[in-house]
């Protein structure tokens, strides 16, 4: 963060004060919209919440009553991820508003996180191999781009 005397600059991207005005004003707008982001996202993830609950209610509470299959529990812990991604997209949000830094090693966690939970609730009976390599691919690619970003990190 800099400080410039009696305001602190969070995103060098977007500056409150820019020579230009209509920038300037273009900048608060897209500020305030990324703060919208972050309540809805909160709402979302509330929803989620709520929703795993019900899924989890409905699914115990029906015949035969007390029992989960797989498929019932693939789609619960698909439930939970989903919000465990939401939180983490949040985080995202609450730190780009926040800081001056790009959190990329979190994004990219998102990133494989997102595909882990891809990866649980996948009905391979439907999927062909060239998905598969494809997923393959991707999950390497972020794997070792965080790996990478992390060594570089100290952490």
Do not use: C
Request: proline share 3%; net charge positive; hydrophobic share 55%.
């Amino acid at each position: 963060m800099k400080s410039n005397g009696r305001r602190t600059i969070v995103h060098e991207e977007l500056p409150t004060e820019h020579e230009d005005r209509l920038i300037r004003y273009l900048h608060r707008i897209i500020r305030v919209a990324v703060r919208f982001l972050a309540v809805l996202m909160a709402l979302v993830i509330v929803w989620g919440a709520v929703y795993v609950m019900f899924v989890l209610y409905q699914r115990l509470n029906f015949p035969p009553v007390w029992i989960l299959d797989s498929r019932d529990i693939l789609d619960i812990f698909g439930s939970f991820l989903v919000v465990l991604i939401a939180v983490e997209i949040f985080i995202n949000i609450r730190l780009y508003l926040g800081t001056n830094v790009i959190p990329i090693q979190l994004v990219i966690a998102t990133a494989l996180m997102a595909m882990a939970r891809k990866i649980i609730v996948l009905d391979t009976d439907k999927t062909g191999p060239m998905f598969i390599f494809g997923f393959a691919a991707i999950v390497l690619a972020l794997g070792v781009t965080y790996w990478m970003v992390s060594k570089n990190s100290g952490s």
